[in-house]
């Protein structure tokens, strides 16, 4: 996964740019745990006070879970490992309460 996908050159920095399977997973999952915040927002501003959907909790695991994958398999970077393992397991405790809160009560909204 290592293999280029695309490469072009960047004439105004007179810089190559590489991208790789393992460089798409990571962009995917930068854009998941960016992402977010505007499904936040959109939340907050339906419910007229801040919430934070179960979307959000998906999202902030998922891009955690392909970040990581990122630096721990196509970057081997310990740096950016401990930067993502730790949002990770808090998105993971988080969309379990709420999924245990959501059993509880017996609903599916939140």
Request: aromatic share 16%; net charge positive.
């Amino acid at each position: 996964m290592d293999q280029p996908l695309i490469t072009f050159t960047l004439p105004f920095l007179q810089k190559e740019v590489i991208i790789t399977a393992w460089k798409l997973i990571g962009y995917g999952g930068v854009f998941l745990f960016a992402g977010r915040w505007f499904v936040q927002l959109y939340a907050s501003h339906k419910a007229k006070k801040p919430v934070m959907p179960l979307l959000f909790w998906i999202m902030s695991l998922v891009g955690s879970v392909m970040v990581l994958s990122y630096f721990t398999f196509g970057k081997n970077d310990s740096v950016g490992i401990l930067g993502n393992l730790f949002p990770a397991f808090i998105a993971a405790y988080n969309l379990w309460l709420e999924l245990s809160h959501r059993k509880q009560n017996g609903s599916s909204t939140s």
